[in-house]
């Protein structure tokens, strides 16, 4: 009996092409067939998945927050620094690297807080901006309806003439006093008889006139304002609070680079042992074929 010359291959398929090609090899002559994937190694794929993404995501963190960091520390830079070695099993043991974690953390929480406070001092700023206007309006803004009358705080655009007012109003039961005026508009109170009221609305609006909306009424415009730039001197002096504690923990700079240096290096080694693991969505077989046979 004839001995035929073997090569030896190595195929990597998707699972359910897995019995096809074993036909095929077989038609082929094609001899020890090995399944090199175990089971109990496939399994293991979702949790080296988890693995990778957890790596990737604690090295994105301490990423975001190095920059920060940089910014804020005092620490020279130079060319010509003596570099410092660091054991990392070492910086993981004497409880650096847990450190260096809460340091992360705490960057990150203020960098929260400081969003917060930003945004609350925006809202603050409009509310301002809204009752510049109307600063000279003496009365309360939750006082201007009573039994006959109401008075309306609005804006017309800007270079609006008091001549186009009159004639808007047309001789209706209204008053129109001026309270300011910039290049954006003239802003107005209008005291209208409840009856009126509607006609009077549709009339001014015919001219652009835009009524004035409030967050807060309780109180007079210049009552408002006043409180509202406290809570804005409050807001600022918080944030001041965490830029000061941002700038401390910039001085531990040099223990979070050490910790992102360690973190990349575990994510590369992640990434490569995922990259080696069997799937369970995969085959692989060992084969033994004739060289003589055509190609599979």
Not at 61 to 68: D, H, N, S
């Given at each position: 009996?004839?001995?035929?010359?073997?090569?030896?291959?190595?195929?990597?398929?998707?699972?359910?092409?897995?019995?096809?090609?074993?036909?095929?090899?077989?038609?082929?002559?094609?001899?020890?067939?090995?399944?090199?994937?175990?089971?109990?190694?496939?399994?293991?794929?979702?949790?080296?998945e988890a693995d990778v993404s957890g790596a990737a995501e604690r090295v994105a963190?301490?990423?975001?927050?190095?920059?920060?960091l940089a910014k804020r520390s005092t620490r020279k830079l130079s060319l010509f620094r003596q570099q410092t070695r660091v054991s990392h099993s070492d910086f993981r043991a004497d409880g650096r690297y847990e450190f260096a974690w809460k340091v992360v953390a705490q960057v990150e929480k203020l960098l929260a807080e400081q969003k917060e406070l930003r945004a609350e001092r925006d809202e603050l700023r409009g509310r301002l901006q809204g009752y510049i206007p109307y600063l000279e309006y003496e009365r309360r803004l939750d006082a201007t309806v009573t039994a006959h009358t109401q008075t309306v705080l609005g804006a017309f655009p800007g270079g609006t003439s008091g001549e186009a007012v009159?004639?808007?109003?047309?001789?209706?039961?209204?008053?129109?006093?001026?309270?300011?005026?910039?290049?954006?508009g003239l802003y107005v109170s209008v005291l209208v008889h409840r009856a009126e009221?509607?006609?009077?609305?549709?009339?001014?609006?015919?001219?652009?006139?835009?009524?004035?909306?409030?967050?807060?009424?309780?109180?007079?415009?210049?009552?408002?304002?006043?409180?509202?730039d406290r809570e804005r001197v409050q807001l600022d002096e918080r944030l001041q609070q965490c830029e000061r504690r941002l700038?401390?923990?910039?001085?531990?700079?040099?223990?979070?680079?050490?910790?992102?240096?360690?973190e990349g290096t575990t994510l590369l080694a992640e990434k490569q042992k995922a990259s080696f693991a069997p799937r369970k969505n995969a085959r692989c077989f060992a084969v033994g074929a004739p060289c003589t046979s055509a190609d599979a």
């Open positions: 009996m004839s001995v035929s010359k073997m090569e030896k291959l190595t195929a990597i398929l998707p699972r359910e092409d897995a019995d096809a090609l074993l036909r095929r090899l077989m038609r082929l002559r094609a001899v020890s067939l090995i399944d090199t994937v175990d089971e109990d190694d496939a399994s293991d794929a979702p949790a080296l963190r301490v990423e975001a927050v190095l920059p920060i009159v004639k808007a109003l047309d001789e209706r039961a209204a008053v129109v006093q001026v309270l300011s005026e910039d290049g954006a009221q509607d006609s009077t609305m549709r009339a001014l609006s015919g001219i652009g006139f835009l009524p004035a909306s409030f967050a807060d009424t309780d109180g007079t415009a210049k009552e408002l304002f006043d409180r509202a700038c401390a923990l910039a001085e531990r700079i040099e223990e979070v680079e050490i910790l992102s240096d360690i």
